[in-house]
């Protein structure tokens, strides 16, 4: 269904912070009309090159990258004075279903090819598809990597360092589990209950991996790892986080969930969403939701797209939505269930 050209703005600057700590901090509320239905709009307006402003990926819990909490809560305990929820994650197992980077360091890698937002302090954006993969030397022979401290599971090695928390235990059966300490594999270990990670290294944990790969895996060899993303501006960015499908590209629609390993019906469902979007002017950002109203209807992905074009969305990113969407500004939140990252605003002093 396509929206109908006009905007009704229900209420311009629903809650517009006049103090100067809060410049260029816009919290709007609208409502579009589409033919026969009306979909309610909050969105959260702000500009990345405002120097008392930052953006940062955070998640529940400061000491590891497992576990989930309300919106609200994350944004609190890390001093947020707004955000909106973040990408996807394993909601029983409460870990990281995409790319989390933030400050140089990859928390988390991407998975699947999913769609991502990079950015810094100077307002420099990058919303685009992301892939990132590690690499292993280990006696000059290479092992490259399935996943970087996550919830997604499939067949190869994947690496868990400290970031994931103090210990690893196994996701799978039949795990086979390799210490690296110091740039140097040093052991094998059991993979039958929580495993210490090193701060000074990581652990290797295969999964039906390659035979060859597993021979290569020498106990005493001395290892080094390098990572590499496509497109490379990823690498550059000092913050990234990952969710998908990537919705608009330069204000046209680019919408195709199973490249980005989407289920057929994720896009048709009618759902709570959230997104982030840029527009024409450098630096601004979007932080939209979606959320359930009396009077008004849930979009399908292709209606999301097309309501952040209305909007002014030049490059345009679905967040994860139904249940965990959610917009935090000072005490105003709209989410239903605990989540596991966000993208949380910052003011400096």
């Known amino acids: 269904m396509k929206l109908h050209s006009a905007i009704f703005l229900v209420a311009i600057a629903w809650a517009t912070f006049l103090r100067p700590a809060y410049a260029n901090l816009v919290v709007e509320q609208h409502l579009l009309v589409p033919l026969a239905s009306q979909f309610s709009v909050r969105l959260l307006r702000l500009n990345l090159q405002n120097p008392r402003l930052q953006m940062r990926p955070r998640w529940a819990s400061p000491n590891q990258v497992t576990g989930t909490a309300p919106l609200a809560q994350i944004a609190q305990t890390h001093g947020a004075i707004a955000g909106i929820n973040g990408g996807f994650f394993h909601v029983q197992r409460q870990m990281p279903l995409g790319a989390i980077k933030t400050d140089q360091q990859w928390y988390g890698g991407a998975i699947l090819g999913r769609g991502a937002i990079a950015w810094n302090d100077q307002g420099q954006i990058l919303i685009d598809r992301l892939v990132y993969g590690e690499r292993l030397t280990i006696n000059q022979s290479l092992i490259f990597l399935q996943a970087l401290n996550s919830g997604y599971v499939k067949a190869g090695i994947a690496r868990y360092d400290s970031n994931w928390g103090e210990f690893y235990t196994p996701l799978t059966q039949a ?3 390799f210490v690296v300490q110091s740039d140097r594999l040093t052991s094998q270990v059991s993979g039958e209950s929580a495993i210490p990670i090193p701060r000074d290294g990581y652990l290797l944990v295969a999964r039906q991996a390659d035979p060859k790969d597993l021979a290569k895996l020498q106990l005493n060899a001395p290892v080094s790892l390098d990572s590499r993303t496509m497109p490379q501006q990823f690498s550059v960015f000092p913050q990234v986080l990952g969710a998908g499908p990537l919705l608009l590209k330069q204000g046209q629609i680019v919408l195709d969930p199973k490249r980005e390993g989407f289920s057929p019906g994720f896009s048709t469902t009618k759902a709570a969403r959230s997104a982030i ?9 979007l932080l939209v939701t979606i959320p359930t109203q009396a009077n008004s209807t849930l979009p399908n992905l292709e209606q999301t797209a097309q309501i952040l074009q209305k909007l002014g969305a030049v490059d345009a990113l679905n967040l994860d939505g139904g249940g965990s969407s959610g917009l935090f500004n000072s005490n105003d939140i ?11 605003i910052f003011l400096s002093q």
Do not use: C, F, M, Y
């Not at 979007?277 to 950002?285: F, M, W």
């Not at 709209?334 to 949380?344: E, F, G, Q, T, Y």
């Open 334 to 344: 709209n989410s239903k269930r605990p989540v596991h990252n966000a993208l949380l």
């Open 277 to 285: 979007a840029t527009t024409s002017q450098p630096g601004e950002i």
């Open 175 to 177: 795990e086979q589990i």
